[in-house]
């Protein structure tokens, strides 16, 4: 579909791989609504593009790349991308930032950081939809099962939490609240997972996430519980 106010991008995608791929290739653009439809009921398909292949129809983009022996995703396997690609950028995040600071990614301060920053990124996966987080949340949180709103509540404690030690600022408030939430998380998912054995998704990285409920969370709410207890222990003047 290429129309003034809508060029279609998995068709860009085919158009791109099949290039790639060395394959020569007739593009035809479907102009209006009406030429779509028509396409559509002709084929006895319910998406476009279409790829044929010697004449042969192939299908859509995932068909297309089954076809030439590539990966296709399923959107409702689990995977631990969106978990590595957070940690990976609040560790280098954390090293920019005691370079900054101390010309040094070896600063006591890089470590407190990578943990707050990973707070805060966690934070943010789930405000960009506080309720679906909350949904979620429901499944094992045994706070939130016994009071809804804490779910609600959570992403927001662990944002101010975040922010608060990445300033090194009101830690009377942001190492109480890294000790709750993060102890009653640590709590919650050890009972859902290694007591009851229950196979469930993680509403770490927010409500739409397919992440498994398991290491990651435990070790989400386990860092923010070692944040807060090292923030009481440390000695003073050490770190930022």
């Known amino acids: 579909m290429v129309m003034p106010e809508h ?21 035809h653009h479907l102009t209006s609504r ?15 593009p279409q790829t044929f292949i010697d004449g042969k129809r192939v299908g859509g983009y995932d068909d297309l790349r089954g076809y030439l022996g590539k990966e296709v995703k399923d959107k409702d396997a689990v995977t631990y991308t969106p978990v590595i690609a957070l940690f990976g950028m609040a560790l280098a995040m954390a090293l920019a930032a005691s370079w900054a600071a ?12 990578f943990v707050a920053f990973a707070m805060c990124l966690l934070a943010l996966q789930k405000l960009k939809d506080v309720d679906g ?13 016994r009071w809804v709103p804490y779910g609600k509540v959570y992403p927001f404690a662990e944002g101010l939490a975040g922010i608060l030690m990445v300033a090194g ?32 998704k993680c509403a770490c990285v927010g409500g739409d996430s397919n992440v498994p409920l398991g290491f ?25």
């Open 102 to 113: 101390y010309g040094s990614v070896l600063a006591v301060a890089a470590a407190e950081w």
């Open 216 to 240: 990651v969370s435990l070790t989400e709410n386990l860092m923010m519980v070692g944040m807060a207890v090292w923030m009481i222990l440390k000695p003073a003047g050490m770190g930022h």
């Open 34 to 48: 009406e030429e779509t439809d028509i396409f559509k009921a002709r084929h006895q398909v319910e998406t476009t």
């Open 169 to 200: 600022a009101l830690m009377w408030i942001s190492i109480p609240v890294a000790l709750f939430i993060g102890g009653v998380g640590a709590v919650s998912v050890f009972k859902a997972v290694y007591v009851d054995k229950r196979e469930l």
């Open 133 to 145: 987080f909350a949904t979620m949340f429901l499944n094992y949180d045994l706070l939130a099962q």
């Open 7 to 27: 060029t279609c991008p998995w068709g860009l995608k085919a158009l791109d791989l099949l290039k790639r791929e060395g394959f020569e290739v007739e593009d």
